[in-house]
């Protein structure tokens, strides 16, 4: 498939794929299993940091995880996450 995208990377393009940004499984599901959806502050923070640097087209700023601070690093526990 990243051979076929390819063209798409040299346009410019960027592909985002669906789903959440935010995904600490650890800490979200014991709210969910008591019926709590109401999502973490720090999970609101950083989906709309993401969403603020993506509309700005600072993707660079989105590299690293870590600066987001403490709503990156609790949103993304692990760089496979991201």
Known sequence: MAVQLQE????G????GSGNVV????QSMPKLIAG???PFAWATEFDKCVKQRTDRREF????DV??????GALSVPTPDHY
């Not at 995904?23 to 650890?26: A, D, T, Y």
């Not at 660079?60 to 590299?63: A, E, F, G, I, R």
Request: zero cysteines; charged letters at 25%.
């Open 8 to 11: 798409l990377r040299k346009r």
């Open 60 to 63: 660079s700023t989105l590299l």
């Open 66 to 71: 870590q600066k987001a601070g403490a709503s």
């Open 23 to 26: 995904h600490n499984l650890r």
């Open 36 to 38: 709590d959806a109401q």
């Open 13 to 16: 393009v960027l592909i985002v």
